[in-house]
Structure formats: C-alpha cells, structure tokens
C-alpha cells in the first residue's frame, strides 16, 4: 500500500509540473503571436512606402509622421504609424539622400503594458544636382 501512495504522489508532482509548462507554453505562444502579427503590419507599411512615386518622396519635409492606424487582428488592436526622416547628403559629391523609415506597431498585451515593433530601413531618393553654367 505504501508504494501505491508514493507511486501516486510521485505522478501527482510531475503532473502539476507539466501543466505548469503547458501555461507557460501558451503565453509564449500567443505573445510570438502578437509580435508575428505586428511584425507583419509593420513590413506590410514598409512594402507600401515602398511601392510610393517619387511625387510622395518630393513632398515629404524634413520629418513626417503618418497618422496612426489602428488595426485588429487576432481580437488585438494593434496602432500602427511610420516615420520617415531625410537624412541630408553630408558630402555633396554624391547625388542622393537617404530617407530613413520607421515602422511601429504598438499594442497592448494582458498585463496591460504596451509593447512596440519597429523596423528600420533606409531608401535612397535621387536629387536633382544644380548644373554647372557653361559659360
């Protein structure tokens, strides 16, 4: 009878330890979730500036700021906006800039803190160089 209850108490303790891990589990698995899906927002805005005519480069200022979206998917609201900054051509010799891009999508997990994705690219933006006069 005594090994019948150790025997018990033994599968009991790895029992409770397992589905102790099967909790864990799927928090991680829902939080790899939520940073896939901003993940995929967020290069999504990045395919879509991307794709933009040289007009919208044009009319950009030195910094901008898109609105924010918000998006929901999976039952999450995600916010998501990007950022793009000219950065100026330091040595004159070459003709182009870079306008450095920033995608964020930003959400709220259940602990109630919020958690953000950024990518960070840069697109070259030909420039129009002030010809010499030939005279």
């Not at 397992?18 to 901003?38: H, I």
């Not at 927002?41 to 879509?48: F, N, P, V």
Request: a negative charge; hydrophobic letters at 45%.
């Amino acid at each position: 009878m005594l090994e019948v209850v150790l025997a018990v108490t033994v599968v009991s303790m790895v029992l409770v330890a397992v589905a102790g891990l099967f909790c864990k589990t799927t928090q991680l698995v829902t939080r790899a979730g939520e940073y896939t899906a901003a993940a995929n927002l967020a290069q999504g805005m990045l395919e879509e500036l991307k794709a933009k005519d040289n007009s919208f480069w044009q009319a950009c200022d030195e910094e901008y700021r898109s609105p924010v979206e918000t998006v929901l998917l999976n039952g999450r609201r995600y916010q998501c906006f990007y950022h793009i900054k000219i950065l100026p051509d330091h040595d004159r010799v070459v003709a182009q800039t870079l306008r450095r891009l920033a995608q964020v999508a930003v959400w709220t997990q259940a602990e109630h803190s919020p958690v953000e994705v950024n990518f960070n690219t840069y697109i070259p933006f030909a420039v129009a160089l002030p010809t010499a006069d030939p005279q």
